[in-house]
């Protein structure tokens, strides 16, 4: 199993561009979430899915959307990219039922919006 | 919402020495409390998590503990060897272990 798998790594966008980050894995899981992270302020949630065709906002979701078509696949979408959204973005995913509570994180990407 | 503080930010220890990590959580209603190790460029990992309804778990070298009374966890390495320098996360869930918040980390230096 690849795991949680993230695309790009790296990506610089300018002040209005918008983009897709990518977000996949391979274990069948239910539950899908993406979170960024910034210096000081650990990580945030900002979307997640508990399932294909279902997402919720999470703490801080304003200037992302987010869709769940299958059950691999969770794209974050930037519509007009702000210098603020410059960070961290890790996706995550966990099993279905009770007994499956760890999320596993994919490596992450690192966004610059200059 | 749930608010989580860790202390401290940086801890730097000796190899052999122990270490101890803090969270306080502020909703009462939090239930699952995981710790994740992060290596630099890399994304976080779970190294050990703890129930509301134990009050102490361990795994080799690693334990957490809950006092749900004071609302607080926390994390306690023994024997530290140099891979054990990390950023360590605490983390709360009220709502079924999905929408976790966590605290700022630790940054951990273990010294040889």
């Known amino acids: 199993n690849a795991g949680v798998t993230q695309t790009p790594k790296f990506q610089v966008l300018k002040t209005g561009q918008s983009m897709t980050l990518q977000c996949a894995q391979d274990m069948n899981h239910e539950y899908m979430s993406w979170y960024r992270q910034d210096p000081g302020m650990g990580l945030r949630l900002i979307h997640y899915s508990v399932g294909a065709g279902i997402t919720d906002q999470g703490e801080v979701p304003n200037g992302y959307n987010v869709s769940r078509s299958t059950t691999e696949d969770f794209p974050l979408r930037l519509l007009s990219a702000a210098p603020s959204q410059t960070s961290v973005y890790f996706c995550a995913s966990r099993g279905g039922g009770v007994g499956y509570v760890e999320q596993f994180f994919g490596p992450g990407t690192r966004l610059t919006v200059l | 919402g749930e608010n989580v503080e860790q202390h401290p930010s940086t801890l730097s220890v000796q190899e052999g020495d122990s270490a101890v990590i803090k969270c306080t959580y502020s909703d009462s209603a939090s239930n699952y409390f995981p710790w994740y190790k992060q290596e630099l460029g890399k994304g976080p990992q779970l190294i050990i998590d703890?129930?509301?309804?134990?009050g102490e778990k361990k795994d080799q070298r690693i334990a957490v503990t809950l006092n749900k009374t004071a609302k607080h966890f926390s994390l306690h390495i023994t024997e530290t060897q140099p891979e054990d320098s990390a950023v360590y996360f605490c983390a709360a869930s009220n709502t079924g272990f999905q929408k976790l918040v966590f605290g700022t980390g630790t940054r951990l230096l273990v010294s040889p």
């Open positions: 703890i129930r509301s309804n134990v």
